[in-house]
């Protein structure tokens, strides 16, 4: 009852200034005095005002709010920090609030709110969305509100909720095929009361998928799906209630250790930004889908392994497999017969570097380390690569060096391998009497 009364003093009202408004408008040669209204600022056909923070009734003018309160009745407003209530005109909204009655809206980020069939306030295009509580909260009662002037001066009633007989503005429910909400969001379908969508055939939604997806399809039975150029997708011009269907692809998990050669126990771990996603992983070069078991904390590496691993969503969401091939070589000690003091030259030994792995081992380099590394002689210092199952004999080799004195010595052959892991072996010769 509250409100049918504040309709019908906001009607009365209407009515009153559109009486004035009209005389004002039909001979607008003669000069008319302005309308006075306490603390309101009348903005006149063909006239310019700069609001700071007043109230201003637009009649076809053109009104520049920076924070104050507009009833704009078929001007022109750039609003920038006020609230506007626009009935047919124009409005460039730049951040603020608009209630919008049938005119055009050109926001750039504010909050805009329409009529909608179901009696919910929604937002246009580029705006928020706002609980029709809060709408009702935000919008000044009927009687404090200024009377809305249409174009030819009577009292403008769109602002109404559509009598019985009056057109309503047309909405086509979308039915979802699934539930998407850890998928993807959907921005501009209009949630009804009983849980569904609707979509009006001059609106659109735009479709973008959560983090670490991909959108590879959607198929609609009513309007038009149109792939944009970041990877959303626009649902537009609806013309029938139907259905929405979409497809994905998750991106393979994340790893934080890369494929490559390794001289130490490894430890790996796994991730994925998708939410509510499970990670199935594999050691035996396996398919993860057939065999994988759920990742659950890091992997520890000590041996040549492949690891397969993949995002497991369910349903049919597809997933690229994450191939990791870890390489752990093993090194061969160069042994070396004791020799006694005064001997001759001592024979160059090869270096055996296993390759147990399903890929290639790469070295950057090879060199002696410890106190007694220049006891001993490289043939090369260079880098190589051992291919996969297969003993290197040949790249490699070492030899004491000559005229050592009666002792023991030793020393450490490092290979650094491609990841900057290494790879250490001992070598060892003794110097008898």
Same mark, same amino acid.
């Given at each position: ?113 329409? +009529? ?12 928020? @969305? ?21 174009? /030819? ?25 699934? /539930? ?11 949630? =009804?009361?009983?849980?569904?969508? @609707? ?17 590879? /399809? ?33 991106? +393979? ?12 126990? =490894? ?5 994925? +930004? ?8 594999? %050691? ?21 392994? %492949? ?12 997933? /690229? ?12 000690? +160069? ?44 043939? %090369? ?5 051992? @291919? ?46």
């Amino acid at each position: 009852m509250k409100r049918r009364s504040l309709e019908c003093t906001a009607l009365i009202l209407a009515l009153l200034l559109s009486l004035l408004s009209v005389s004002a408008f039909a001979a607008p040669q003669e000069e008319k005095a302005p309308l006075a209204m306490e603390n309101i600022t009348v903005n006149e056909f063909d006239s310019t005002y700069y609001n700071d923070g007043g109230t201003v009734i637009n009649n076809f003018g053109t009104v520049y709010n920076n924070g104050g309160i507009v009833y704009n009745n078929g001007g022109t407003v750039y609003n920038n920090g006020g609230t506007v209530y626009n009935n047919g005109g124009i409005v460039h909204n730049n951040g603020a609030e608009v209630y919008n009655n049938g005119g055009t809206v050109h926001n750039n980020g504010g909050t805009v709110y329409e +009529p909608c069939t179901h009696g919910d306030i929604a937002p246009a295009e580029g705006g928020t @969305a706002a609980a029709e509580d809060a709408a009702a909260e935000e919008a000044p009662a009927a009687e404090e509100a200024a009377p809305a002037m249409a174009e /030819d001066g009577a009292a403008a009633e769109n602002a109404k909720e559509p009598e019985a007989g009056e057109d309503k503005p047309v909405l086509y429910h979308i039915e979802l095929t699934a /539930d998407y909400s850890k998928l993807a969001s959907i921005d501009g379908l209009l949630l =009804q009361p009983d849980g569904t969508y @609707a979509l009006s055939p001059e609106g659109r939604a735009v479709i973008r998928a959560n983090e670490g997806l991909e959108l590879t /399809d959607a198929i609609t039975t009513a309007g038009r799906c149109t792939m944009g150029s970041n990877g959303e997708v626009i649902l537009s011009n609806v013309d029938r209630s139907g259905r929405l269907t979409l497809k994905f692809k998750a991106a +393979p998990p994340v790893s934080d250790l890369p494929s490559g050669s390794y001289g130490s126990e =490894q430890r790996l771990s796994l991730s994925t +930004p998708i939410e509510g996603a499970r990670i199935l992983y594999t %050691t035996d070069g396996t398919s993860p889908l057939e065999k994988g078991r759920e990742y659950k904390k890091p992997i520890e590496l000590e041996r040549s392994v %492949t690891v397969k691993a993949v995002v497991d969503l369910g349903g049919a969401v597809k997933c /690229d497999v994450l191939e990791l091939n870890y390489l752990f070589p093993e090194l061969e000690e +160069p042994e070396f017969e004791d020799a006694r003091e005064g001997y001759d030259s001592m024979g160059f030994r090869p270096i055996r570097l296993i390759n147990t792995g399903a890929g290639t081992v790469k070295v950057k380099s090879v060199s002696l380390h410890g106190l007694g590394k220049d006891c001993f002689v490289l043939n %090369t210092s260079r880098g190589g690569s051992v @291919a996969s199952g297969q003993i290197d004999s040949t790249s490699w080799s070492v030899r004491p060096a000559d005229g050592l004195k009666v002792g023991e010595y030793e020393a450490n052959l490092v290979f650094t391998l491609d990841t900057g892991d290494l790879l250490i072996e001992e070598v060892e010769f003794e110097v008898r009497k």
